[in-house]
Each structure stands twice: as C-alpha cells, then as structure tokens.
Nanobody, 122 residues
Framework: QVQLVESGGGLVKPGDSLRLSCTAP????????IGWVRQVPGKEREGVLC????????YYTNSEKGRFTISRDNAKNTVYLQMNNLRPEDSAIYYC???????????????WGQGTQVTVSS
C-alpha cells in the first residue's frame, strides 16, 4: 500500500503560521493528486486543498483562500501546505491523501497518511 507521511504540526497562537509537509518514501508523488484533509472530534472530515499531477489547484472550501497555499516540490518528492493567520477553528488533525482525481471529494478509496496535529490556542 502507498505510504504517506505528514509532518509540521504543532501548538501555535492565533495569527501564527505553520507549514505542513507530505512525502512518500516508497513511491513518486508526481503521478498523484495530493490533497490535505482535516478532522476534529464530532465533525465530518473536511477537504481543504488538493494539487493535481499537473499542478492544478482544487479548493474544497472557500474559507482558507488567502490564508492557505498548497505547493509541490518534485525534487524533494514533497507537497506542502502553508497555513497563515491561523485561527482556533483551524485546530484539527491534518491528513494528506493521494488520489487519482482532485476533482472528487476525499474518500476512503484514496491513500491516507497518519495525520499531524495542529492546535491553535491562546
């Protein structure tokens, strides 16, 4: 099965920034769409952003526009999620996924990482 590894989460204050990373030690990410999904207890999982193998960007929600940016570094086989001006409601476990189609909502047919915790609190 495809292995995905997230990193970069942590505890920050409102207004701070974080950069999450997603990489795959066992395969090349170039051929996949790579997305970011977040989930908190008691809520449905929420797709955030996805970047396709052609570097096309999909926004699953509108609230993160201007604050979150997704990018791909093929040389490092890594996809990043830059998160600026963080808010308490951004607190969640953030997962990266590998999918054939960014245009589809994240689902159980995609490959999922183990997640990284982001906590925004004063």
């Amino acid at each position: 099965q495809v292995q995905l590894v997230e990193s970069g989460g942590g505890l920050v204050k409102p207004g701070d920034s974080l950069r999450l990373s997603c990489t795959a030690p066992g395969f090349t990410l170039d051929y996949y769409g790579i997305g970011w999904v977040r989930q908190v207890p008691g809520k449905e999982r929420e797709g955030v952003l996805c970047i396709s193998s052609r570097d096309e960007i999909t926004y699953y929600t509108n609230s993160e526009k201007g604050r979150f940016t997704i990018s791909r570094d093929n040389a490092k086989n890594t996809v990043y999620l830059q998160m600026n001006n963080l808010r308490p409601e951004d607190s969640a476990i953030y997962y990266c996924i590998a999918t054939l189609y960014c245009g589809s909502a994240p689902n159980d047919s995609d490959y999922w990482g183990q997640g990284t915790q982001v906590t925004v609190s004063s």
